[in-house]
């Protein structure tokens, strides 16, 4: 796919077919912002397109991000090479996350432009990478990023299985459909928003009789440890 430039002098390379790819070359659309894309699945140059663009969006595997950029960037240094890894740091590439979960369902306009992005300091600022967008926008040290991605993956990844694995126990175990699930679901979001002191139940009680049974029911379940490890980091983050 390739989105011819031009209106912008300084037109984007976004690298990459993934999820967040996807996305973000739908946002630039709906802003009317001109980029080029390419994968490897593309017919066109690499190389080409990187000389006819200012800043070139990395989007793909953190593992191969470095080696990626280390191996097209020779000629093209002066060049602004951007990746949106939560976890890397890359001295010759700005890091510049979204703080945000992307699924293969795209977003409207106004959900795009409240996502927050968090960059590295010392560094060329978003608005200074970005001026076209009007998100918020944040700057933490580089070597707090993987604490910072860390918490990411934790609250939006963990949670997420656990709320897949509680759906899947209600049907098969219960015969509950999980939609019967939903107005719980969305009540603890709502808390979560609106209520810094939003959590209920035995561990905010400290109810230690209630715990202890909860952790013997589930003793042959494979979340057991989840439940035990959850119990033991709130009690030391509350020291309780």
């Known amino acids: 796919m390739r989105q011819v430039p031009i209106k912008s002098k300084t ?25 080029l894309t390419w ?7 690499l190389t080409n397109l990187i000389s006819l663009s200012n800043k070139i969006i990395i ?7 470095e080696k990626f950029i280390s191996k097209y ?6 060049k602004i090479w951007i990746h949106c890894s939560g976890s890397l740091t890359i001295p010759f590439a700005i890091g510049v996350h979204p703080l945000m979960t992307f699924t293969n369902e795209l977003y409207d306009i106004e959900t795009y432009k409240q996502i927050p992005f968090v960059t590295e300091k010392g560094k060329k600022k978003f608005n200074q990478l970005f001026p ?6 944040f700057q933490i040290k580089s070597e707090l990023k993987p604490f910072y991605h860390a918490w990411c993956v934790m609250s939006g990844n963990f949670t997420t299985i656990i709320w897949q694995n509680f759906f899947e126990v209600l049907e098969l175990r219960f015969g509950i459909n999980r939609k019967n699930a939903f107005p719980y679901l969305n009540a603890i979001t709502r808390n979560l928003l609106l209520n810094k002191s939003s959590l209920t139940g035995p561990l905010q009680r400290n109810d230690k009789k209630v715990i202890e049974k ?6 042959n379940d494979p979340f057991a440890d989840v439940y035990k490890s959850f ?3 709130y009690k030391k983050s509350r020291k309780i």
């Open 11 to 35: 037109p984007y390379l976004i690298i990459g077919n993934g999820k967040l790819a996807k996305h973000l070359t739908h946002y630039f659309q709906l802003l009317d912002i001109n980029f």
């Open 39 to 45: 994968s490897r699945q593309s017919l066109e140059n």
């Open 59 to 65: 989007l793909i595997n953190d593992v191969e991000i």
């Open 73 to 78: 960037r020779a000629g093209f240094e002066e």
């Open 132 to 137: 076209e967008l009007s998100n918020p926008a």
């Open 214 to 219: 909860n952790m013997l029911a589930l003793k």
């Open 231 to 233: 119990v033991k980091s």
